[in-house]
């Protein structure tokens, strides 16, 4: 309860007691009577047990408290009147409904712990411990320091103290709800709902604090209108790259009202966690063999446009941002620099720079964000999952001849990718079905995969993007012709796509993988490695690791680098082969003459060209942090302390992160 309401509460109160007094024509002693009944109610402190009567605690497992309480406050008055009752009162909004009802539930056996034969028993530590250990994440998010009143060395007790539990009704009734489900059901509980924005960054957070020894949240960026742009990832070690450990990303919801990809993601996240944690081998396997990212909305401005729609129109807006930009059209057109380059042998076709007049377009946040992620860590493989019709298409997507429409455009890579979108299809429940009802689109005899300018043709897609300027090899999933399906189909469509996921994730393990080092031992950074007959060479990341996704068969593999000779070797990979084939080299340093700089530099990338990104600082942020006279950078006040600064109350600086 708030001053303003406490204040009210009081007027009303003496406002009826006056009437009362006036009709009765009562004498002075009830009148006293009143003002020590009313004392009593919320200023003078008790040393015995007196009943619970907190609004916001009412819902506690005990009846009755003491005052004063733990944090010091003296009566029921003082407690209702601090910022610690009132941050309670707002902090499932705050969180997003996140961690509630428990830290409502925890704090309140702060201010008003259970009292036993007029003693106070206090809440037990390794509760408090456990919920700040899962909580902690969301007010980091919201930037908001952990309360001090949840302390859980000073206001918490051991449990051999005799402590109170305040969650262990919550965790009784949660237990008999899950006794109740029948044995059929999965192992992973899964709610198949639809999650709005704020509900999927609480789901991708909670379930990165509940596995963090596999997992972690980071954002890559905001979109048009300030929504975060929240990758979940999962490996071993999270938030780090693991020599010879290939790197995968999945992507959803990149046209805002194609919604099922976003779905899919946030349950795979969920799946994972839980899989791992249950010991599901196979899932362990994975997680500790792969480096997974999953961007589950890279357009959550349109999710929120076509969300609002979706009850009016079986096919709401929302496909582009909030700047009316197809994130799918809006990437780097090097498709076209590709085709003009492709019969010169001294310009390489695999790296390809981005020219500098796609800066002076409109290029989305959203864009811009991605093609930073993906250029900063050495992605393998990938898949974009769209919706709208049932198949999965390759690069090339911008047709060879500009005028075809619908021409086979195949990329150097047509045999392995033609086996990437084959690995999702056929573990599709009917995807690779040419029974299955298609959306429109004549796919006969194509088993559900097709090459993407042979479907139709346009330029600036992602996929070609991720092809021609890095080493990552990007499908496109079309997971069905209804582009928002109800919620029942949710449960359904993830039947049919979780195999189809977990084998993708799996198939990053094909090839071949090695070290390109110097004589010394150090990994070469950028070193080129090309397999002959294939005109598309991969580059090594920081410490000289790569992989090469390549089919079985024979192979011919180079390694070479600027300054360094050229060491070939013959690979055989034979059908059954379960993982990818290891293939070091050692390059020794050699002189360049100088008269070959110049055609060196068109072998290899240079600071001039691919390792350049956004020369005009079109994102850069502008502006100088405000510094106070004593040189100290002013902090500016998050978007929630007006919870507080208006409540006429004393500020709580102690919410505040580095204060």
């Known amino acids: 309860m708030c001053m303003c309401d406490l204040e009210e509460k009081y007027s009303v109160f003496v406002h009826k007691k006056k009437k009362q007094r006036n009709n009765l024509k009562c004498s002075c002693s009830i009148r006293t009577i ?28 005990y009846s009755t408290t003491i005052f004063p309480n733990i944090l010091g406050h003296r009566s029921r008055f003082e407690a ?71 302390d859980c060395d000073r206001f918490f007790a051991a449990n051999e103290e005799g402590c109170f539990d305040p969650l262990s009704g919550m965790r009784a009734r949660q237990e008999v709800a899950l006794s109740s489900l029948s044995p059929e059901e999965p192992s992973t509980i899964i709610q198949f709902i639809y999650a709005s924005n704020a509900q999927m960054y609480s789901l991708l957070k909670r379930t990165a604090a509940k596995c963090s020894h596999i997992s972690h949240v980071y954002s890559i960026g905001r979109s048009t209108e300030g929504r975060d742009l929240l990758v979940i990832e999962f490996t071993d070690n999270p938030g780090h790259h693991e020599l010879l450990e290939p790197e995968i ?17 946030i349950y795979l996240a969920q799946y994972l966690c839980s899989e791992y944690t249950l010991g599901n081998q196979r899932i362990q396997s994975i997680i500790n063999n792969t480096r997974i990212h999953i961007l589950a909305s890279m357009n959550p401005d349109g999710y929120e446009v076509a969300a609002s729609e979706v009850e009016e129109s079986n096919d709401p807006d929302g496909r582009a941002n909030a700047q009316n930009l197809d994130l799918n059209r809006n990437f780097p057109d090097l498709t076209s620099v590709f085709y003009r380059n492709r019969r010169s042998r001294h310009y390489r076709i695999d790296h390809i720079p981005i020219p500098d007049s796609y800066w002076f377009g409109k290029v989305a946040p959203e864009t811009y964000a991605v093609m930073k992620w993906t250029r900063s860590l050495p992605f393998v493989q990938s898949a974009s999952l769209h919706g709208g019709e049932l198949v999965v298409s390759y690069p090339f997507d911008f047709s060879r001849h500009p005028q075809e429409e619908k021409m086979f455009s195949p990329s150097p890579d047509e045999q392995i990718f033609k086996q990437l979108a084959r690995t999702y299809a056929d573990a599709h429940a009917t995807m690779s079905n040419n029974d299955t009802d298609r959306c429109g689109a004549s796919f006969y005899r194509n088993r559900g995969i097709i090459n993407g300018a042979l479907w139709y043709s346009f330029a600036g897609g992602m996929s070609d993007f991720n092809y021609l300027h890095t080493n990552c090899m990007e499908i496109t999933v079309e997971l069905g012709c209804d582009k928002f399906p109800s919620e029942a189909e949710l449960y359904p469509e993830w039947k049919r796509n979780k195999e189809a996921l977990l084998s993708f994730l799996e198939s990053v393990h094909r090839g071949v993988k090695g070290v390109v080092r110097d004589t010394n031992g150090n990994g070469i950074k950028g070193a080129t ?47 059954n082969l379960n993982k990818a084939g290891q293939v070091n080299f050692v390059l020794e340093k050699v002189c360049i003459p100088d008269f070959l700089l110049y055609i060196d530099d068109h072998l290899f990338p240079t600071a001039d060209s691919w390792d350049r990104f956004d020369p005009y600082n079109q994102f850069e942020r502008h502006g100088e942090p405000v510094v106070t006279e004593e040189g100290i950078e002013r902090q500016e006040k998050p978007w929630w302390w007006n919870y507080f600064s208006q409540s006429g109350m004393s500020s709580p600086n102690w919410l505040l992160k580095n204060v």
């Open 249 to 265: 990303k999945l992507i959803g919801n990149m046209h805002g009202n194609e919604v099922l990809g976003r779905q899919l993601l």
């Open 529 to 575: 490695v090309s397999v002959r007959g294939i005109r598309k060479d991969v580059t090594t990341a920081e410490d000289g690791d790569y992989w090469r996704l390549v089919n079985p068969g024979t192979h011919i593999l180079t390694a070479t680098a600027k300054g360094y000779s050229k060491v070939s070797k013959r690979v055989y990979l034979p059908h």
């Open 34 to 61: 009143f003002v020590i009944n009313f004392l009593y109610l919320y200023f003078v402190p008790a040393d015995t047990c007196t009943d619970l009567n907190l609004g916001y605690c009412n819902d506690l497992e």
């Open 80 to 150: 209702e009147s601090g910022a610690e009752y009132l941050l309670l009162s707002v902090i499932h909004g705050l969180l997003n409904g996140e961690c509630s009802p428990e830290i409502r539930l925890v704090g309140c056996s702060v201010l008003a712990s259970p009292c036993r034969d007029n003693k106070m028993i206090k809440p037990c530590r390794s509760t408090c411990e456990a919920l700040r250990k899962d909580c902690m994440h969301a007010f980091e998010a919201i930037e908001m320091a952990w309360p001090y009143f949840l």
